[in-house]
C-alpha cells in the first residue's frame, strides 16, 4: 500500500510496506479511534521502526489505524504528520491519505522520519478516518456475482468427470480451480469417446473416470445477478429454457432420502432433468423403484411452489453450465452442471467521520490532534 505525500520535501518520500529486510519498532503510544464522536470503535498507535536498508539504518514514523476490534471498516483514512501544529481540521488537507479503501480494518503509514525533522524532536499529528459498520445480520449480505463470473472464466478449460462420490451424479475435476459435484443437465447428451475409455473397474461405476475434454463455462446467474442469457441456452431445448432458476433453487435445498444414499443424490438429478429435458421420472424408471420415484416428485413439486424467480444470496450453491467444445460434426455432447457457491460481503450500516481521540480540540467540528514526542 502507498502512502500520498504532498508538500515540498515530501514528493518523493513515499515509502512502501515491506521495503526493509528487518525493523524494529520503539516509542509506541496508543490513542482511542472515535466515530461520531462517541462511538469506540479502535485505536491508533504510533510508534518509530527502525529498518536496515542498503546496509544502513533508517528511522520512519509508522502510524496504524486499526479497528479489528469492532464491526466498524475504514474506507478513507486522513493524516496529518508535522513539526508544525495544524491549523484546522480539513482531513482532505492533510499531507498523507488513503482514498478508495476496500473496507479494511487496519491501515498503516511509514513515513521516514528523515522528511519530517530536521532538528525539532515533537510532532503534532492529527488522524482522520472515514468508517461504516458492518451490519452483523448475515441476510443483509450483497452477493458479489460479478467476482463468480470472473472465476467461472478464469476456470474455463478441460474437465474431467468421476463418479467417485455417490452424494452427487459425478464429480468435475477442473484442476487446480477444484473438484465440484456434478450433475447431467442435458438428457440426452453423451460424452466424448466415453465407451472406450473410461477408466477404473468396469464392474464399479464409483471408481469410472472420464477423459479430460475442453469446457466452455457458464454461471446461471450474470455479473448483476440475472439468470444468465448464455446459460439458458446450453439447457434444452437450447435457447428457450425457462427453469434454471428452479434448478437452482433445489440444489439449494435440504431433502432426506431413507434406505440407500444413492437414492438422493438419484432423485436430484431425476427433478433436473426433469427441469432441463422435461423428463418425466416414472415414464423413465417404470415401477421398480417408488422411493426414488416419489422422492423426486417431491423435489420437483417444491421447486415448482417455491422456486420461481431464485436468486442465491451470499454462501449459496449455484449452479454452472458446462459446455463441451470438442466433438465431431453432428455429435451431441452432454452439457453437465457443477455446483460452486457465490461469495459476499455483509452489507454496511451506519457511516460516520472518526478521529484519533488527541489533546488539543480544533477550532471547528470534534476533531482533535496531539504531540509526539520523537526518540
Partial sequence: MRTILRGSCALFAVALLGLSTRSLAYNRIEKPLYAGQHIL???LVVEQIKKTESNRTVKYLRVTYDTTGSDWVMTTTHLYVSKNKPTRAAPGRFPFK???????K????EIPLSTLLCSDQELYIAAHADVCELVADPTSCTPDFAKLNDQVAAANGTVVFSYGDPAATFNVDLGDFGIYPGYCVDFGGTFPDIDSVYGGDPGDYLT?????????????YDATGALNSAAIALLPPFASNPNLDLINYLINQTYIAGSNPLILPSAIQLAIWHFSDGIDPATLLGTGYPELTNLAYAIIADAEANGEGFVPTC??????????????TGQHYQHIGFITTV??????????TAWAKGTTRFCTGW??????TVK
Fill in 315 to 328: 454462501g449459496q450453491n449455484v449452479m454452472v453450465i458446462a459446455n463441451p467444445t470438442l466433438g465431431s
Fill in 208 to 220: 469410472w473416470v472420464s477423459p479430460q475434454y475442453a469446457n466452455a463455462l457458464e454461471a446461471s
Fill in 41 to 43: 470503535i479502535g485505536k
Fill in 106 to 109: 487496519v491501515d498503516v503509514y
Fill in 98 to 104: 488513503h482514498e478508495g479503501l476496500d473496507n479494511v
Fill in 343 to 352: 461469495e459476499g460481503s455483509p452489507t454496511t450500516g451506519d457511516c460516520e
Fill in 367 to 372: 476533531g482533535s490532534y496531539f504531540k509526539y
